[in-house]
């Protein structure tokens, strides 16, 4: 069964249930992860401001970039560069606007930001780099 | 030549290295399918498919249409269904049929929602482990099947199987794991350590982000260390690749079996520690399954028990 098993996920790799569980596997020399900040720039941490985590934020935007490869405008989806990614990310905050209303009343008609933050490898210190994706006003809420 | 070598090896190591046949009692299999069906309750879908549709399908999304189960009052037949599937088939009840349909149920609301575009991999070693149980029940049909008695409790005949399919199951998911580590970054994975650093940055901004709770005190220092002396993260990196890749030596014996479960285990909490990332279901399954604190509780009292009888 060792053997079978294995051979199955590594042939089928990441088909459900399959895996052949590559999370890790590639630590490349630059890793981006989003954020949400308001018109101060202060961080907004989604959780307790839209009812999400980032990493639902995250899994939005690669499906925002997988159907722009689909259409031809990106090569890939993996470092896309700053324009693409600021298409992507305007839609992903219109979503979660849309579809999050905040959870704190004095959030309500705010203006926040989506950031990307950046973290390479350069000369062999850490370079962290800070990108605004896109920015958008919180729907009202009713009182 | 290996034999050789193990007989010069000290008592200790020779028996971690003995290949011993597993032996599961009664009692051990009744107790590891209850709880394993207790840790799978949760994982049964709880609520409809985000979005309509499979446009990126996955798995059983490439050869049927899924999109049921973006209905509520579907969803809400399917995980009671499911859950009484769970049961039965813990019971040892039709396991085929049972466990089949809860494995059906799990692996099509998962692959409806994996196919909307993005990846996740939470629970996918329980699915693997539940479809090694019930792949064991359905072997087991071609011995019994003798009227509708044989059909129902045939699975039963076949339980130590079934687990030992499970920590095979197990076993394999993590040697796959080293292997696709090594083939996706060009066999060398295990050097990659300067790089590591960025990993836990971006598990620790992730953590802020969602919830503006900073990591704790080792992780904020493990990073700082890093930044200093990025080789270190090669010393990180190497045990744990050679871990899970010798995962597969945990059925050789019981007590490799504990060693390897224990290690794994050691491996996920420093995971944790360092990047906040929990692993939880591959925990559970570790626990219940490699180091097995059932079977060991079971061993130490039948040793009490035949000393006191001395």
Redesign the interface.
């Known amino acids: ?3 079978i ?2 051979a199955l ?2 042939i089928f790799g ?23 900040t308001d018109n101060t720039g202060k ?1 907004l ?4 401001a839209f009812g999400i ?3 639902l934020l ?3 935007m ?3 970039l ?2 722009m490869k689909d259409a031809g405008t990106i090569e890939k989806i993996s470092n896309p560069g700053l324009p693409a990614s600021q298409k992507a990310g305007k839609v992903v905050l219109e979503w979660l606007l849309a579809h999050h209303p905040p959870r704190r009343p004095e959030l309500s008609g705010q203006t926040v930001k989506l950031e990307q ?1 950046s ?3 350069k000369h ?1 210190e ?1 370079v962290e780099k800070v990108d605004v994706l896109a920015e958008g006003r919180v729907q009202e809420v009713k009182r | 030549m290996i034999a050789a070598l193990i007989q010069r090896c000290p008592a200790w190591l020779r028996a971690l290295l003995r290949p011993e046949r597993f032996v599961f009692t009664t009692v051990e299999c009744v107790v590891i399918r209850l709880i394993f069906a207790w840790l799978a309750w949760d994982y049964i879908l709880t609520e409809p498919g985000r979005y309509p549709g499979t ?2 399908p ?3 999304a ?1 050869f049927m249409d899924l999109s049921f189960i973006h209905d509520a009052s579907v969803v809400m037949w399917l995980i009671w269904t499911a859950r009484v599937g769970l049961i039965l088939g813990a019971l040892g009840i039709a396991e085929p049929i049972t466990i089949g349909w809860t494995l059906f149920v ?2 099509a609301s ?2 409806y929602n ?1 196919s ?6 939470a629970g ?1 070693l329980l ?2 482990c539940m ?2 149980q019930w792949l064991g029940s359905v072997w087991a049909l071609r011995k019994s099947v003798a009227g509708w008695r044989g059909l129902i409790f045939a699975g039963m005949k076949s339980w130590p199987n079934q687990l ?2 499970m920590i ?2 197990i ?7 080293a ?3 090594e ?3 060009g066999g060398m ?1 295990p050097l ?1 350590g ?6 836990m ?2 598990a620790h ?2 953590r ?6 900073a990591p704790g005190d080792f992780a904020l220092q493990a990073v700082e260390v890093l ?1 200093d002396h ?1 080789w270190l993260g090669n010393v990180l990196l190497m045990p744990a690749f050679l871990l899970e890749f010798f995962a ?1 030596l945990a ?1 050789l014996n019981r007590r490799m079996s504990l060693v390897i479960g224990l290690g794994l285990l050691s491996f996920h909490h420093m995971t944790e520690l360092l990047m906040t990332i929990g692993f939880g279901t591959h925990r559970q399954l570790l626990w219940l399954l490699l180091v097995n604190p059932v079977f060991w509780a079971m061993t130490l009292w039948a040793t009490k028990i035949r000393r006191k009888a001395i």
């Open positions: 069964m060792f053997l098993m294995a996920m590594l990441d088909q459900f249930p399959f895996s052949n569980f590559p999370m890790y596997s590639v630590l490349p020399d630059s890793v981006i992860c989003m954020r949400v961080l941490p989604l959780d307790p985590g980032t990493t995250k899994k939005q690669e499906r925002e997988h159907e933050v973290y390479r490898v062999g850490v | 446009p990126y996955r798995g059983l490439h799990i692996i998962k692959s994996l909307q575009g993005y990846l996740g991999h996918q699915t693997l479809a090694a030992w399919w095979s199951t076993a394999a998911s993590y040697t796959v794991s292997i696709t580590k083939i996706n970054s994975w990659k300067k790089v590591f650093i960025l990993q940055l971006k901004q992730e802020i982000a969602s919830n503006g709770v930044r990025a597969f059925l």
